[in-house]
């Protein structure tokens, strides 16, 4: 079945390390995305790709790291430069914006 | 200013009742799409619909139903005979064309609960 995978569903973090979260898609969507979503509120963008080897920050990319260098792949690293790390991650794909985006399931970083 | 706009922050009705959940979005495209998703308590987002801003006819699919008006911008979600299922966070989206590529504009949500 094609779809996102998002692993790992829970992690956890000491502060100052950095960690990866990892988004794999098989639905051969061009553009990948991600966003961060803090208790009882929306989907804030972190960064997004609409191409291999290419990437965008979005509007909260500071202390996050992206890198696509396959199609299927869109890692994220939360550095230790992100000072409230702690939240729910989602990875999601699109062919085109206009067509809607398919979501993985997240996943949940606390910072212990 | 905030493209979409879902002034419920959290909505709690009993079983069976019927709950519409508000949408209203800005844009000055006049080409746009607006969605819905829901997000149960295991985190992933669902898809529910797609609209395109030149189908303004309002759709139905068994309990869901949709209505869209753009004279005053919004693009409304109701549930008849809620079930505790329905139970999750609702959002709306707009996407705007010609799209650049890196955006959804989301809502904050509307958190349902649905008591049995």
């Known amino acids: 079945d094609g779809g996102i995978t998002q692993s790992p569903k829970y992690l956890f973090r000491k502060e100052g390390q950095n960690v990866t979260l990892s988004c794999e898609q098989n639905l051969n969507h061009d553009a990948m995305y991600w966003y961060r979503q803090d208790p009882g509120q929306g989907l804030r963008l972190i960064y997004y790709?609409?191409?291999?080897?290419?990437?965008q920050k979005g509007d909260i990319a500071e202390g996050y790291s992206v890198s696509r260098e396959k199609k299927e792949s869109f890692p994220l690293t939360v550095t230790s430069a992100q000072k409230n790390p702690t939240a729910f991650y989602l990875c999601?794909?699109?062919?085109?914006?206009?067509?809607?985006?398919?979501f993985g399931s997240g996943t949940r970083l606390t910072v212990v | 200013a905030q493209k979409v706009t879902q002034a419920q922050t959290e909505i709690s009705v009993v079983e069976k009742e019927d709950v519409t959940l508000d949408c209203v979005y800005e844009t000055r495209d006049t080409t746009y799409y607006l969605f819905w998703y829901k997000q149960p308590p295991s985190g992933e987002l669902v898809f529910l619909i797609r609209r395109n801003s030149f189908d303004e006819q309002n759709e139905i699919s068994g309990r869901y139903s949709w209505n869209f008006q753009k004279s005053t911008s919004s693009f409304n979600f109701t549930i008849t005979a809620s079930q505790v299922v329905d139970s999750a966070v609702y959002f709306c989206?707009?996407?705007?064309?010609?799209?650049?590529?890196?955006?959804?504009?989301f809502g904050t949500g509307t958190s349902l609960t649905v008591i049995p």
């Open positions: 989206a707009l996407s705007e064309a010609p799209n650049t590529g890196n955006q959804f504009y």
């Open positions: 999601a794909s699109s062919i085109e914006a206009a067509l809607g985006y398919t």
């Open positions: 790709s609409q191409i291999v080897n290419d990437f």
